[in-house]
């Protein structure tokens, strides 16, 4: 029967991929949000500001600070690409959010598995990164490989899952082909395209299933003791999956952005290493939200490891603040093992 030998957790935040005195470019968008998401209310960024400045948040957005904290962030992302090519694994199931990259506002499952037989990681739009908003077409930049790249998948597997979730009663949504866009198919979304540019070994990429979560828009969000259920759910059709593969699995993204909420951070963090799992799905749903609702995604990888022997090792966890109200993203990597 199949195994799964690794996993592991990584941001995957814009920050990761600007230089630190760039990281200013969202900060100004960040003084013109009029609704910063923090603790289950909204905030003006004057009003966030003036919530926190009794944290002194200011002295975490000097230039030193940043690039102390961004080199460590790239510390650790050359670690679990170290790792992963170590484990060498024959297939690599990702779990990440979909943010309108193929699913819109007309179709937005909940939870979807692709199980097409390949899939593209697009080369860069440079009319799509020119139109972007400050500070995003950098980071398209960045992450986009110099030319489409098209990698295998595993729909043996993807099909396992899919056939699980409807005998388990998931409702899940099966998507055999990616949509195609004004410029023909559209390549993976960013929470698979980053671990493929930054983590996987180009020479030797595994077979990918992608797992998309709506963790960011209402109303159909699912709950984060659906997530790790769903999560549970996949674990043990891996398990039963009959195949002699070695299996990865991996949570992209996350966790609290673009308001840091090192607090939040921490609890999630001591849940995933006591495997707490009252405390990991009991958090109030109107802290998951923004890209903190990426916390969901790790939420979905601990409910499909709960039932192996691997345990949770925190490798760093990096609070890039971007400005004094404490807008930026809080950076966790961290594998099972």
């Known amino acids: 029967m199949a195994e799964i030998v690794f996993g592991f957790g990584t941001a995957h935040g814009p920050l990761l991929s600007t230089p630190p005195d760039k990281w200013d470019l969202r900060g100004e968008a960040d003084r013109r949000n009029p609704a910063h998401p923090f603790r289950g209310k909204y905030y003006t960024y004057d009003e966030l500001y003036e919530l926190r400045k009794e ?8 230039i030193e600070v940043r690039t102390e904290r961004h080199e460590r962030c790239q510390a ?14 024959d297939v690599l199931l990702i779990v990440g959010d979909d943010q309108h990259e193929w699913f819109q506002e007309n179709v937005q499952p909940a939870f979807a598995v692709y199980h097409g037989e390949d899939i593209k990681n697009a080369a860069l739009d440079e009319e799509k990164a020119a139109k972007a908003p400050p500070g995003i077409g950098y980071v398209m930049r960045a992450n986009s490989p110099p030319e489409d790249i098209h990698y295998p998948c595993e729909p ?30 559209l390549g993976m979304g960013h929470a698979f395209g980053y671990i493929y540019e930054k983590i996987v070994d180009e020479a030797k990429p595994p077979a990918l299933v992608p797992i998309l979560i709506n ?19 996949i674990g043990r059709a891996v398990n039963e999956w009959d195949s002699d593969k070695t299996i990865a699995i991996a949570a992209s993204g996350g966790l609290s952005h673009f308001v840091i909420d090192e607090d939040f951070d921490h609890r999630i963090i001591e849940a995933f290493k006591s495997g707490d799992i009252a405390a990991l799905t009991g958090e109030p749903e109107n ?24 345990n949770f090792n925190l490798l ?22």
């Not at 650790?76 to 694994?89: H, M």
């Not at 963790?215 to 759910?233: L, V």
């Not at 971007?322 to 993203?329: E, L, S, V």
């Open 55 to 62: 944290e002194g948040l200011d002295a975490q957005n000097v």
């Open 76 to 89: 650790q992302v050359r670690t679990l690409g170290k790792k992963l090519s170590e484990v060498d694994p």
């Open 156 to 185: 043996a597997l993807a099909d396992k899952i899919i056939a699980s979730a409807i005998e388990n009663e998931f409702d899940i949504t099966a998507s055999k082909s990616p949509p195609v866009g004004d410029k023909g198919q």
């Open 215 to 233: 963790t960011f828009f209402p109303p159909n969000q699912a709950s984060s003791k659906r997530c790790f259920d769903f999560g549970r759910m």
């Open 287 to 310: 802290l998951m939200q923004s890209g903190t609702s990426e916390t969901k995604n790790w939420i979905v990888v601990a409910g499909i490891l709960t039932e192996t022997n691997l």
């Open 316 to 337: 760093d966890y990096v609070p890039c603040y971007r400005t004094g109200a404490g807008t930026g993203n809080a950076m966790a990597f961290a594998t099972w093992t």
